[in-house]
């Protein structure tokens, strides 16, 4: 035990004199360059239709304006995915993380057509020139990235948003283009009532001011608009990263972006991960595709 002592203590002082006597070791070990805009964490409210919607912002180190990714969770939102967007910020980029009304202590009514309006918000908050100051961002370099229901709004909000410079989905559900089908298999009531009991099984306590019923209503009202494959005009000119697991999502997802490269995309980029829809034993992978797929922003 001595000995362990005696050594330990022989190496902490080298450690110690190596430190010392080469500065520029020392000062990339233990300090950032002096002057340089640290990484940070901000959290805010975003304004969305008199309601503020609890947010957070991972600020990328550098003063230079960052990219930015808008990461949009899914339905009810268990998987927040925040490791991507500590991995996101680590590669250079600013990270906005929210919740939409009336989930996860948002005040609010949540529902599928508010959440479009949330993403819409979070985007305009994001384009002020203050808060891009204030964050470091650059609002011309937004990109929006997805998981389930989060995929969902990221075809929704991009659709309508030529400004967005790529999407990326995430086992993204296309909830609309799944109602239709049951609606094509019987009955308007037959759909709704049979995507009310699926939407109630993901769990809806996170949420507030709805009912699985109203939220299947939400999307028979919206069924050919907000279907995947109404928005592969608006999207067929933009990078799109579509990523698949073992959730059984896989089949809808590859049809969009069969349909994306069919409509002229030459920028569709695909993967399947063997995992489930947390993607729960595939974090690394999952994380070093989209830092991949990212790093072609830059």
């Not at 969770?73 to 929210?98: I, K, S």
């Amino acid at each position: 035990m001595k000995v362990c002592a005696t050594t330990f203590t022989w190496f902490a002082a080298c450690l110690l004199l190596c430190l010392t006597v080469s500065p520029a070791h020392g000062d990339g070990l233990l300090s950032k360059p002096e002057g340089a805009a640290k990484a940070s964490m901000e959290s805010m409210q975003i304004p969305s239709h008199g309601s503020l919607m609890n947010a957070l912002v991972y600020v990328a180190a550098g003063a230079e304006p960052h990219p930015v990714v808008i990461l949009l969770h899914g339905f009810p939102g268990n998987e927040r995915n925040l490791d991507l967007a500590q991995d996101m910020r680590r590669a250079g980029w600013d990270v906005l993380y929210f919740n939409y009304r009336g989930s996860w202590g948002t005040p609010g009514d949540f529902s599928f057509a508010h959440g479009i309006e949330d993403v819409a918000a979070a985007i305009a908050y994001l384009r002020q020139p203050e808060n891009a100051r204030r964050l470091r961002l650059d609002p011309s370099r937004i990109v929006l990235v997805g998981h389930s229901m989060g995929g969902f709004m990221t075809v929704q909000a991009a659709a309508v948003d030529p400004a967005i410079k790529g999407i990326a989905m995430i086992s993204a559900a296309d909830m609309a283009g799944t109602f239709a089908q049951m609606q094509a298999e019987g009955s308007r009531a037959d759909a709704v009532k049979n995507m009310g009991a699926a939407l109630a099984k993901e769990g809806m306590a996170p949420l507030a001011g709805c009912t699985p019923e109203g939220l299947a209503t939400d999307l028979a009202d919206h069924a050919t608009a907000w279907a995947f494959r109404s928005r592969v005009g608006a999207l067929k000119d933009r990078p799109a990263f579509v990523i698949t697991s073992d959730d059984g999502l896989a089949p809808a997802d590859n049809a969009f972006a069969a349909a994306l490269r069919q409509a002229g995309d030459k920028q569709v980029t695909t993967l399947h991960l063997p995992t489930d829809h947390s993607y729960s034993d595939q974090r690394t992978e999952l994380s070093h595709a989209v830092l991949q797929w990212l790093a072609t922003f830059k």
